[in-house]
């Protein structure tokens, strides 16, 4: 007999979902966490009145996308109020004015190039096996039908806020999956609570059916004899039996710290090790003394070269216009904020290898960028919290990246990290195996994921 049949290191969403499904199956679950507070880079805290995420936030298809479907598939259905972009519907800023895409897009290009835009969102839509466009980036696919600086600048930041991966890297497959799912399903939004209404309700969901969940406790080893798992060393010193284990901690910590890269071939560590990762992303979280806008969602963005900035971001340069994705959660649920005050979340991709050493000229400039946008800002900040490439280290793992493992060429679809690692009963679960999406979407669908193949190894196992 086993302590538990199944031992989930991390809360996030993988985790905390992977965990919901298998236990409404009737598998004994322990999810662990070493924060006091579950959710990793999904997780909101509380901050004289404000009640801040840990990341920048917003849900692409929310009920309707794998973040609902592992509700549906619980009987949780309620569990998460979901609120969505509508009225006003998110907005993108350029050149000192609001505008909504795609109606609106006209007002800055060609008639023939507009055209040409509309054909390309159309063909996407038509799109049936999106396997064959995972092996080209989305500049590569989208040269086929333009070379137009604007559109292409356009579809980038379309593409870095969806993959936080350059567009000359991203996958095509991947962006397409993207844009398609979130066409057809048009409910961006955001949930009533913050976003770690999402975690919570699935770590709810675990013990409902029974399964246990432990925070400030980590797992220092995942144990492992004769190529089979047999449980976890906890930090205080205490060994829990399980033939399963199933990590959110990443691909890389998983093999490298938690079991040990002697247990591994050759091969596979140096496919690992070569596993490239999202960029990472500083955050501004902004307590307000009052509203200042009444827009749910906001991308600020300037047309000119993307893939000379994100070289030269990479490279550890600053812009000195920085592109921002701007939430204001408050807008989609008031009981975030105190009364009659707002809070404004805002973030742009950074190298973490580079942020450190330019640290304060990001602030600066990403500052001057949002008070453009929203000049009455600086007047009326109570406080800022600023989230930084370490702080999301420290919080989630994965090499401080915003994702994961990059959803960039050769790293999609059947190239993408499998849940099942090569030590049985071992798996891998969250931003770093399997799925595919936006964020945390990405995650659910990797729990969707794994705990189907969990389940169906052991139908095999047991029939």
Not at 95 to 108: I, M, S
Not at 269 to 277: A, G, R, S, V
Not at 442 to 456: G, N, P, R, Y
Request: glycine share 10%; net charge positive; with cysteine.
């Amino acid at each position: 007999m086993t302590d538990y049949d199944v031992i989930i290191i991390g809360s996030g969403v993988g985790g905390t979902g992977v965990g919901a499904l298998l236990a409404s199956k009737g598998l004994k679950i322990l999810l662990i966490e070493k924060n006091d507070i579950i959710g990793g880079r999904c997780s909101t805290y509380t901050k004289e009145g404000f009640k801040m995420d840990v990341g920048i936030h917003s849900f692409g298809r929310t009920s309707k996308g794998p973040l609902g479907k592992i509700l549906n598939m619980i009987g949780m259905q309620e569990a998460v109020e979901w609120v969505l972009a509508r009225n006003p519907g998110p907005r993108w800023y350029h050149k000192g004015q609001f505008w909504a895409f795609p109606r609106e897009l006209k007002n800055f290009v060609p008639d023939s190039e507009f055209s040409i835009i509309m054909k390309l969102f159309r063909d996407v839509m038509r799109i049936k096996d999106t396997q064959k466009l995972d092996s080209i980036s989305v500049k590569s696919w989208l040269s086929e039908y333009t070379s137009n600086a604007l559109i292409h600048s356009f579809i980038s930041i379309f593409s870095s806020i969806y993959l936080v991966t350059p567009y000359y890297m991203a996958s095509a497959g991947e962006f397409v999956r993207c844009l398609s799912s979130l066409s057809k399903d048009l409910s961006l939004g955001y949930p009533k609570g913050g976003c770690i209404a999402v975690p919570l309700a699935y770590t709810n969901g675990i013990k409902k059916f029974g399964g246990v969940v432990k925070t400030k406790l980590s797992a220092e080893k995942i144990v492992v004899k004769v190529e089979k798992v047999q449980g976890v060393e906890l930090n205080n010193g205490e060994f829990v039996s399980s033939k399963m284990v199933i990590s959110n901690a990443g691909i890389r910590e998983t093999i490298n710290k938690l079991v040990g890269r002697d247990y591994f071939n050759k091969k596979y560590l140096e496919y690992t090790d070569n596993l490239k990762y999202s960029m990472s992303a500083v955050t501004f979280k902004i307590a307000l003394k009052k509203p200042i806008t009444h827009y749910k969602v906001v991308s600020l963005f300037n047309f000119e070269d993307h893939e000379t900035k994100f070289r030269s971001i990479l490279d550890g340069k600053v812009p000195d216009d920085v592109d921002l994705f701007i939430p204001v959660p408050s807008n989609y649920d008031p009981n975030l904020a105190p009364k009659g005050k707002q809070l404004i979340m805002a973030g742009t991709a950074v190298s973490p290898e580079n942020f450190e050493k330019h640290k304060e000229k990001w602030i600066k400039n990403s500052m001057k960028s949002l008070e453009m946008v929203f000049p009455e800002l600086s007047d009326n900040i109570l406080w800022m919290d600023v989230t930084t490439p370490k702080d999301i280290e420290i919080l989630g793992g994965k090499e401080s990246s915003v994702v994961g493992i990059s959803q960039s060429v050769g790293q999609v679809g059947v190239d993408r990290p499998s849940s099942e690692l090569p030590i049985e009963g071992l798996y891998l679960v969250g931003g770093d195996a399997g799925g595919w999406g936006i964020g945390t979407e990405l995650a659910a669908q990797s729990a969707i994921d794994c705990a189907e193949l969990i389940l169906s190894n052991k139908k095999k196992i047991t029939t």
